[in-house]
């Protein structure tokens, strides 16, 4: 039951932080912080027995009549997951405890961070395609709360209604693909789905019950044509970027489609429309990211692509592209992050997020500019860093994928150019922001950010350097 309880923990814990923000912003801080080492505890404690072999579950009965249990597993993919939802959210409690103004209502804040984080450990835990659904729709929910917590801006307003417009409507679409696919196997658990295999591809009402799941995930990856929600989503305070919309929310589609992957990939209207989609949307996102001035925007465009790369994997339908795609998941969560809360750091320091304002930053905060160059450097693919890998993965697979003959040349061309968008993008963040000018003409006079707010992007710098040595 430690798994459920995994999950209970941080909804319960949502309650915690208001209160305790009536004391301090420290204490509301540390409450905060509680459920998310308490979870991570939860879930690190079946390692063993998952090396062993064993498939740690828990299953309460819920509305059985439905074919709906609180049922919940922990495999190698959920494993994963979890530790970045966990793991990057207690880095993301540090960071909005000196990011957030004093006059902000941090507790609230908190509140509406730990319900997300349950909504998403309680997703990727789930052994019922259905609870899966729930807790999907309550990432979208909450969702919009983090990105709506500036309520006071109208932009902030607009992007949280648009994100939850457009999460909310994939979300049915998936429902309905889900109801059918439950149909077709005769039950909504996991394992039934994935004992199933392939041989669920022979019924008629596969394809449309594959068409609505891959609505709700694209809607929720941000995949072209729905990917509009996510730039504007920008206007949320830094950390929920952080956290949101690097690490989090937007892996929602591609867990999604990485965990159905084994019974619905193979066939041609998965790889078709999978694989398209990604590749548009990873060649489309790259090239509106060198376009950007706004340091956010620039990295939610560059979110954009990489989350393209990934359903382009996944579109591959081969084992070894699979492995890449979830190796990526895991880099791509690092080093965005990081950036994020780099340029967090530099709109806090300078009062400006404009690229063409930002210069010569690196005389006045050279460790922030250290980190932010590693962190770049593993998003451009840079040897020994961790994107480098994943990415010299993606450029062998996109060679050596089976497609058509018109596909065999387009795709390795399509990867290679928006590798090369993705070194510009990556360069011109690093140099207009830390070498070009005399770092003067901003809003407020740059300097380094204090030792505790630094420490987060640090621990994820740290580990782009390690997993990519």
Known sequence: MTLALSVLVLFAGALLPPLAARYSRRLAAVVAA??????LALVAQHVPALNAGTLPKARISWVPQLGLDLAFRLDG???????????????????????????DKLGRFFGYLLVF?????????????????????????SSFLL????????????????????????????????????SIIGSFELDALLSAGRSIHKDARFVPALLLILIGAFSKSAQVPLHFWLPR??????????????????????????????????????????GTVGLVTMLGGAYAAFLQDD???????????????????????????????????????TFKASLFMAAGI???????????????????????????????????GVPLLNGFLSKEMFFAESLNAELPWAGRFVVPLCAGLAGVFGVTYSLRFVHAV??????????????????????????????CLAIGI
Do not use: C
Request: hydrophobic fraction near 55%.
């Open 147 to 182: 990105i709506g917590y500036w309520s006071d801006q109208r932009a902030a307003r607009d992007a949280a209604q648009l994100a939850l417009g457009v999460t909310g409507a994939g979300g049915l679409a998936l429902l309905a693909g889900i109801l059918l696919l439950g």
């Open 117 to 141: 984080a349950g909504a998403m450990t309680g997703l990727v835990l789930s052994d019922n395609l259905l609870l899966m659904v729930v807790f999907w729709e309550l990432t979208s929910i």
């Open 77 to 103: 993919l959920s494993l994963l997951f979890a530790i970045l939802v966990l793991g990057i959210g207690l880095l993301i409690v540090l960071y909005a405890s000196y990011y957030l103004p004093r006059d």
């Open 434 to 463: 830390f070498f070009s000018g005399d770092g003067t003409g901003m809003p407020k006079t740059p300097h380094e950010p204090p030792m505790w707010m630094r420490l987060p992007v640090e621990l994820l710098a740290i580990l």
């Open 233 to 274: 989503a920008m206007a949320a305070p830094t950390p929920v970027s952080a956290y949101l919309h690097s690490a989090t929310m937007v892996k929602a589609g591609v867990f999604l489609l990485a965990r159905l992957h084994p019974a619905l990939s193979g066939n041609d209207v998965w790889i078709g429309v999978v």
């Open 346 to 380: 530099i709109d806090h320091e300078t009062g400006t997020r404009d690229i063409r304002k930002l210069n010569g930053l690196f005389r006045h905060m050279p460790r922030t500019g250290l980190l932010a160059i590693i962190a770049a450097a593993a998003m451009a």
């Open 34 to 39: 509680l459920p998310f080492v308490t979870a």
């Open 295 to 333: 340091l956010k925007g620039l990295l939610a465009y560059s979110t954009l692509s990489h989350l393209g790369l990934i359903v382009l994997l996944l579109g591959f339908s081969t084992p070894d592209a699979s492995i890449a795609a979830v190796f990526h998941i895991l880099n791509h969560a």
